[in-house]
């Protein structure tokens, strides 16, 4: 049996802050609401009363201003995935958002709740750390800025505090020589939780030599890894586009993860698709970019 909760509707940002300290860990904010069906199925929900976010229209938007690009907690998966800013500069979220569920889900489901969850199989997790985002966290005393990498403190868990509510995400627009992509894994693909997935960035030198990477992997570990060893890996790749030798760069993924055995997978399948995942996607994204240039 679904337990009863009590429900409040914030109609802009200072009543959702006001609820948030009113009700403080009593209450579960809300947004799109794809996950909150299941968990209240499940019996996850602790908290007794929701606070909804979904009217809450400062928190809906994409904007590109001075080089950086802002992404409000409440853009679905489906603005996301749409938006030319992000397609443009952020290539690996708009990738990631496109992935999230189905045609429903990504209409609903927003960005803020996704990370919010705190799920090491969030798809658009991995892609904000690699873009380098920093999450706004914002109280009525004030706002707070954490790096993305630094949210998460186990499955589920994050830095937030009762009182405190997911604003924005914001990372500096991609451009020439800067490519990023998102590939993943799921019995259905874009159906299913991730079995797998990855996201990367690559900043390309003049002379075609990859000068900086950023790679992240989700599903295979308590929380999303940086995969900072295969970074290292993928920077002393010669500048040719070779299968074998982007295939071997990404093989040290094998030594940075650690999945574990559950009903969507084995721990050494998830280790295998991984390193698959990433050497097709950078081939790919290699190839396209050498190819323009």
Not at 67 to 94: C, E, F, K, Y
Not at 187 to 194: D, G
Not at 226 to 231: I, Q, S
Not at 271 to 288: D, F, H, R, T
Request: proline share 4%; charged share 20%; aromatic share 6%.
């Amino acid at each position: 049996m679904i337990k009863e909760l009590e429900y409040h509707a914030a109609h802009d940002l200072k009543e959702a802050l006001e609820l948030a300290e009113q009700f403080g860990p009593r209450k579960r904010f809300l947004s799109g609401g794809t996950d909150m069906t299941v968990r209240l199925k499940e019996g996850l929900v602790k908290e007794d009363i929701i606070v909804d976010l979904s009217h809450v229209a400062e928190l809906r938007f994409v904007r590109e201003e001075s080089g950086v690009v802002h992404v409000g907690a409440g853009a679905t998966h489906a603005d996301l995935s749409a938006s030319p800013i992000v397609r443009q500069h952020g290539l690996a979220l708009a990738l990631a958002a496109s992935r999230v569920g189905g045609p429903q889900i990504r209409n609903m489901g927003t960005i803020g709740g996704n990370v919010a969850n705190a799920s090491p199989a969030g798809d658009t997790i991995p892609a904000l750390i690699v873009l380098d985002a920093v999450v706004s966290i914002t109280s009525r005393t004030g706002t707070r800025e954490v790096p993305i990498i630094d949210f998460f403190t186990g499955p589920g868990r994050s830095v937030l505090a009762a009182e405190e509510l997911v604003t924005e995400f914001h990372f500096p627009a991609t451009g020439p020589g800067e490519l990023s992509a998102f590939g993943k894994l799921g019995a259905r693909q874009a159906m299913t939780i991730s079995t797998a997935n990855v996201a990367f960035y690559f900043r390309i030198g003049g002379d075609r030599r990859i000068v900086e990477a950023r790679i992240a992997f989700g599903s295979v570990a308590p929380t999303v890894v940086r995969a900072h060893k295969t970074e290292q890996m993928f920077c002393q790749l010669p500048p040719l586009l070779s299968w074998d030798a982007i295939r071997g760069a990404a093989q040290m993924a094998w030594k940075e993860v650690a999945p574990i055995d559950d009903l969507r997978a084995t721990a050494v399948y998830r280790k295998e698709a991984v390193v698959g995942l990433l050497a097709e996607a950078a081939y790919e994204a290699l190839a396209s970019c050498w190819h323009e240039r």
